[in-house]
């Protein structure tokens, strides 16, 4: 089958590398155009960008999806489907173009969890397992029919990082065997119960920075969730420390408020929040590179009693 394949970021390279090395003929690859970024104004590519090009695909960049001359040199190509994985949401007159329709790899189970960060509000909601789910795409936003799904497990250990990066690999066999079944006329389309839908919707600055009142289970989560990035923070004195991985000391309340650094010694930092204890076991303060706890105990600034957050 011919085949356009949409997608950014490093999740989606493991979908196209599987796909090119199928039965199926990958034409071209649609991703977004280079920018320049940082002091230096550096050319950065995507991800799908660099991979395409390792493969010898045709890239062809989209600045606008709505561009007449990108809906005609799509439509030139003739392709029977497109596969679409972690890109934007397409306008009807490209998913007017394929022949057989538009797939999209999805990293929940649907309904559960539709919108942009799925992986990470699983895991910032404390679940022990989540998903993949391969649909029709439609003009609402992870709403079309589904193809097929592949339950995963999410263990006490798992971040955004080590899920995404599980997730891309099981997606790309998920995403081949759907376009498989696809071809052969074997899958079945099912329906959304869109009334047990939940949504998953991109993190917002705000939920980055630590509310120690929390407890320190949802703390935990929330900090396993957007770890590597956003990643989470905290502060003292004005100076950001970004938190990159914890553990649940206690369940106990205690009197000390919360934010309260209630232990340290030389290899360990407690932490009180609004139910239990946390220990912090890797962090990164600002402007400086990431340290286990007992290396950053060594020249720490903090002291006993200090107060985080402020």
Known sequence: MRVIFMGNPEFAVPCLQRLN??????????????????????????????????LKLPVIFAESLKEASLISRLTDLSPGLFAVVAYRILPKKLLAIPVVGS?????????????????????????????????????????????IQKKMEITSEDTYGTMSEKMSIAGAELLTKTMDAIETKTVQLTSQDHSSATSAPKIRPEEREINWSNSAKIIRNI??????????????????????????V?????????????????????????????????????????????????????????????
């Not at 199926?24 to 920018?35: F, I, L």
């Not at 969890?113 to 003009?139: C, E, K, V, W």
Request: hydrophobic content about 35%; cysteine-free.
């Open 223 to 248: 900090v396993r969730g957007i770890t590597p990035v956003p990643g989470a923070f905290t502060t003292k004195d004005s100076t950001r420390i970004k938190i990159l991985k914890t553990g649940v």
């Open 103 to 147: 797939v999209n790899l999805h990293g929940s189970l649907l309904p559960a969890y539709r919108g942009a960060a799925p992986i990470q509000r699983a895991i910032m909601n404390g679940d022990s397992s989540t998903g993949l789910t391969t649909f029709l795409l439609d003009t609402k936003v992870d709403t079309g029919k589904i193809l």
């Open 21 to 54: 090395a199928s039965s199926h003929e990958v034409v071209a690859v649609v991703t977004n155009p280079p920018k320049r970024m940082g002091r230096g104004k550096k050319e950065r590519i995507s991800d799908v960008h660099r991979a395409a090009v390792d």
């Open 250 to 310: 206690s369940s106990t309340k205690h009197k000390a408020t919360p934010g309260t650094v209630t232990e340290l010694t030389k290899t360990s930092l407690i932490v009180q929040t609004g139910d239990g204890s946390l220990s912090i076991l890797s962090l990164q303060r600002e402007g400086k590179k990431k340290m286990e706890i007992a290396d950053f105990l060594k020249g720490s600034f903090l002291k006993l009693g200090d107060i985080l957050g402020t």
